[in-house]
């Protein structure tokens, strides 16, 4: 920007562009009267005390700056709760889902494991049968071993020819 030589124009880009070194309650203002200023003033410095309507716009101004910073610092915050509370929605959205799918698939295991359970039953409950059954038939043979054992026995015994009875049929 180029300097100006109005001292006003000086004066409001000064006070609007760079931060004030001094404490609020203080105005700075040009050395020369403008506009009616106290020519009394000391290089610009007036104190608060001498102009309590400075001094309410200035404490105005630095609570209403106050409040704002305030009211931005809250709404930063509630934002980054409000980013917080959505990111952990979608968290706790997808730990159900995984837990659900989880729980699908132990039940889809269950369900093959009962089956496959049954069928083992059913060919154990089958193995058992025919086992029964060999086990009868088994016996069953046994009997008719032994009654033909004796069938033979008696025939030998009986018989006229004894060449048969040590040579052919060994009894047990």
């Known amino acids: 920007m180029q300097p100006q030589t109005d001292v006003f124009s000086l ?52 609570t209403s700056d106050e409040a704002e910073e305030q009211q931005t610092d809250k ?5 980054r709760k409000q980013r917080r509370m959505i990111s952990n929605r979608e968290s706790a959205r997808r730990s159900r889902m995984r837990k659900q799918r989880r729980l699908d698939e132990l039940w889809s295991q269950v369900m093959w494991l009962r089956i496959e359970n049954h069928q083992l039953l059913d060919k154990l409950n089958n193995l058992s049968e025919s086992h ?17 054992k004796q069938v033979i026995s008696d025939m030998q ?9 040590d040579d052919i049929i060994p009894i047990e």
Not at 157 to 165: E, G, H, K, V
């Open 11 to 62: 004066q409001n880009y000064l006070n609007s562009s760079i931060p004030s070194p001094y404490p609020s309650h203080f105005q700075i203002s040009s050395p020369f009267p403008i506009n009616g200023q106290n020519p009394n003033s000391f290089y610009g410095f007036q104190n608060a005390t001498n102009n309590p309507q400075s001094m309410s716009l200035s404490s105005n101004n630095s």
């Open 75 to 79: 709404n930063i915050i509630n934002e």
């Open 132 to 148: 029964e059954k060999v086990l009868q038939e088994n016996a069953q043979l046994k009997e008719e071993t032994s009654e033909l």
């Open 157 to 165: 015994i009986q018989s006229p020819f004894s060449c048969f009875r």
